[in-house]
């Protein structure tokens, strides 16, 4: 199994707010690794260090054998290759779902907008919302909203994708279609990393839960070691709250 | 009678007064706009060199009145041997002073923006600049439409500084109407209504753009 991502002693602060403290993660071709944590643990900002949303001050990233930081001389670049979903979504109001799609590879990667729009199509039949094609994000629900949103980022055709609490701000039965999209997404071997707390989701597609608090690693393993049998007194009082 | 006729006598000179002022407020909001919303961004950089020099135009230009700015332009400039003719100059001056306030009106649109969406436009690999011209400054710019209508009539009514320098505006038209008629009031009073209905022309159109905007 190659490597694709390799997260090496990362550290992170907010000025005097220390949120990741050395933390290490190796994730392979072809994964579901999803994070869990109490908040404030640097679940998120972990996440956004690795496309470089966030800068960081210590330690190392390594992305397709290429270390991500300030100096790297093309981020934009890596970014296209390292899909996000974010909470609240984050489509553009001012565009229909065709143009949100649709903007990044004809601006970016160049693509000429026919092909783009046969992609947009075929994207967007994946995920169930092919007849939403011309609507506004107005006027989807939120779960179709972060379908569009994951559809989005598959444009890219990115190598890893990151799920920052994609359900997390939805209505209860709204989150299973999102979940389905993204079990799809896992099983057609796509590279993933979730931060969620959707367990039942982790059980079905995770290879490996990692469990952060206080900005490090504090327990890894496959999600029934980590549920079943869980090896810190951290991890069980987490697990006893939100199960 | 006398005092009402001599308005309508004068009406086509006064007119012609009006496009002028219309021509040089249009120009000059052109000039605002695209200084202003460079500068706008200018401010919010973090890049020094860009955001300091920024900051000090506009509180510059904000802080000093334009009927100074506009003598400035052209009185002053000449003197180190810039030569502009009024109307120029007038635009000139106009246009720098409503890019100021242009500046202050686009970065707090683009502040009104969740951070959110340009998070998620750099995360597909758009630069910083494609993420200000496809996502940003249009969502901000409806956002700031009625703010820059104001702006549009503000500087409808202050473009009347030009005829201290001799721009044959409105208000100018007006001063050559009295000095031969003597009709202070009502010629005063007539240019006055004709202010209001070209401001109040611009507010109906600014709404309406809005009301479009808003359904799109």
Known sequence: MS???????????????RVLNGLNLEVGQGETIVIIGPSGGGKSTFLRCINHLEEYQKGEIIF???????????????????????QHFNLFPHMSVLENLILAPVKVKKISKEEAIEKAKAMLKKV???????????????????????????????????????????????????LEVMKDLAKSGMTMIVVTHEMGFAKEVADR???????????????DEIMKNPKHERTRNFLRHIL | MEAISVVFENLPFLL????????????????????????????????????VP?????????????????????????????????????????????????????RAGIQSIPKGQYEA???????????????????????????????????????????VIGVTELMRRGQFVITRTFQTFSIYFGIALIYFLMTFTISRLVRYVEKRMAVA
């Open chain 1, 3 to 17: 490597k694709i991502l390799e997260v090496k002693n990362l550290h992170k602060s907010f000025g005097n707010l």
């Open chain 1, 64 to 86: 397709l054998g290429e270390k991500i930081d300030k100096h790297h001389s093309n981020l934009n670049e890596i970014r296209t290759k390292i899909g996000m979903v974010f």
């Open chain 1, 128 to 178: 169930g919302l092919l007849e939403k094609i011309d609507a506004y994000p107005d006027n989807l629900s939120g779960g179709q909203k972060q379908r569009v949103a994951i559809a989005r980022a598959l444009m890219m055709e990115p190598v890893l994708m990151l799920f920052d609490e994609p359900t997390s701000a939805l209505d209860p039965e709204l989150v299973g279609e999102v």
């Open chain 1, 209 to 223: 839960i990692i469990f952060i608090d206080k900005g490090v690693v504090v327990e890894e393993g496959t999600p």
């Open chain 2, 16 to 51: 012609m007064g009006a496009l002028d002022t219309l021509k040089l407020t249009s120009f000059s909001v052109l000039i605002g706009l695209v200084l202003g919303t460079l500068i706008g961004m200018g401010r919010l950089s973090k890049i020094k060199v860009i955001n």
């Open chain 2, 54 to 106: 920024s900051t000090v135009y506009v509180e510059f230009l904000r802080g000093t009145p334009l009927l100074v700015q506009i003598s400035i332009v052209y009185f002053g400039l000449p003197q180190l041997g810039i030569q502009l003719q009024a109307y120029p100059a007038a635009i000139v001056a106009l246009g720098l002073n409503s890019g100021a306030y242009i500046a202050e009106i686009v």
């Open chain 2, 121 to 163: 436009a750099r995360s597909l690999g758009l630069t910083h600049w494609q993420t200000m011209r496809y996502i940003i400054l249009p969502q901000a710019f409806k956002n700031i439409l009625p703010a820059l209508g104001n702006e549009f009539i503000t500087l409808t009514k202050d473009s009347s500084l030009a005829s």
